[in-house]
Structure formats: C-alpha cells, structure tokens
C-alpha cells in the first residue's frame, strides 16, 4: 500500500470555526489531490498541487484552501466551517500523470 | 461539463449470480480506471483500460472499454460475498488530466 496517512481520521466541530486536515506521504510523489466523497456524488476534487507551492483549485473549491510547503505534506484548510462541508475528505496522490491515484483512508468530518 | 453516468446506484444479489455496472458518457475519455472501495478505506484501483473495445480480465471480473472509448462495463460472473463494496469508474478526458468520476455503484452480494 503506498504511504498516505490522514489526520485526523474523526473530526467534529462547531459551524464558525478552522479546521485543517493533514495528508502526509512517504512515496515522494509528485502530485496530490483532496477530494470529498458525498452520497450520489461520487468522488469530487476540491484542490490539487502538482509540487510544492504549486496548486490549483477543482470543481469544488469555494470555502477551502491548500498549502504544500513540503513535498509529503498537503494540507486542506476550512476557514470556517458549515453545514454543508460535513463530508468524508479523501487525499490522494499519484507518481506521474498518467498513472492510478492512491488513495488514504479518509477524515470523516462532520460540522454541527 | 463531462459527465459520466454509472448504473445502477445499487444492486443486491445471491451469492452466486452474475451482475455488470456500466459507465457510460457522451464524450471521449484516453483512459478509464475502476476502483473499488470498502468501508472506512479509500478506493483502491481494479484496472485501467486505454485501448478501444479493450478487454481486462480480472480473475471472476471482466473490465471492457467500449469501442468509441465513451463508456466501459463491469462484469462480475458468480459474485461472492467478499465482492461486496462501493465500485467506481473514473475517466481521464483527452483534454486534460482531471479525472471524472462516476458516482459509484454500491454492491452487496448476500450469501
């Protein structure tokens, strides 16, 4: 399994406040993704970086931002949460364009 | 906007029957990927197909690339209960390297 570890796994806050997650990897990939996984939505890109301080947004990006200060950290950040965020959020990476994504195991985050 | 439509949403089967999921889409992809995905994990990929009315045989399932690479079908013969899960299919455009991504199917195989 490649080396892709998401923290926290649980998150629970209160609409208003930041929250960060943390995908950390070990494979020195280049490129990584943050998705959230909704119900009858399948998999939807929210940003990605394609190298340290490279990044850019997807289809869903209003109301987060990314930072990639090192290669194996990509971080997603809710400058303040709502309802409408409560999702589970999947970071991937992958080596080179044209090969599969690699995917962690997810932060369920739920904003009340 | 691309789009690629994945049925059905959901299938229960006995243990032993044959299903297949289809995705399928109006534009033309380069590649198309099927991931599997268990709960509590990310999705993991099954295969890629890139070629036209390409074929992939994954021991009981079978991965086809529809000839004008628009869609692409699952085939599962004698499902098991350890096939149970959340399968997706994912399109890489020729226009650029985003992936599209269906909304999945969610399989349970009863035993």
């Known amino acids: 399994d490649a080396g892709i570890t998401q923290s926290p796994r649980h998150k629970v806050t209160e609409t208003g406040t930041p929250v960060t997650l943390r995908c950390h990897q070990t494979e020195n990939h280049r490129y990584m993704y943050w998705y959230r996984q909704d119900p009858g939505h399948g998999l939807r890109l929210i940003h990605y970086s394609y190298g340290v301080k490279d990044t850019d947004k997807g289809e869903v990006s209003d109301g987060y931002s990314v930072s990639r200060s090192k290669t194996e950290d990509f971080l997603l950040t809710l400058e303040s949460a709502t309802s409408s965020q409560t999702s589970v959020y999947f970071c991937a990476i992958k080596r080179i364009q044209n090969s599969p994504l690699h995917f962690g195991n997810g932060t369920r985050l739920t904003v009340t | 906007t691309q789009l690629l439509e994945q049925s059905p949403q959901f299938l229960s089967i006995q243990e032993g029957e044959n299903l297949t999921v289809y995705c399928n889409s109006s534009s033309v992809f380069s590649s198309l990927q099927w991931y599997r995905q268990e709960p509590g994990e990310g999705p993991v990929l099954l295969v890629t197909?890139?070629?036209g009315g390409e074929v992939k045989k994954l021991k009981r399932l079978t991965f086809q690339f529809g000839d004008a690479r628009k869609d692409s079908s699952l085939h599962i013969t004698a499902a098991q209960p350890g096939d149970t899960g959340l399968y997706l299919c994912?399109?890489?455009?020729?226009?650029?390297?985003?992936?599209?991504w269906g909304a999945g199917t969610k399989l349970i195989i009863k035993p």
């Open positions: 994912a399109g890489e455009p020729d226009s650029n390297y985003q992936l599209i």
């Open positions: 197909v890139v070629t």
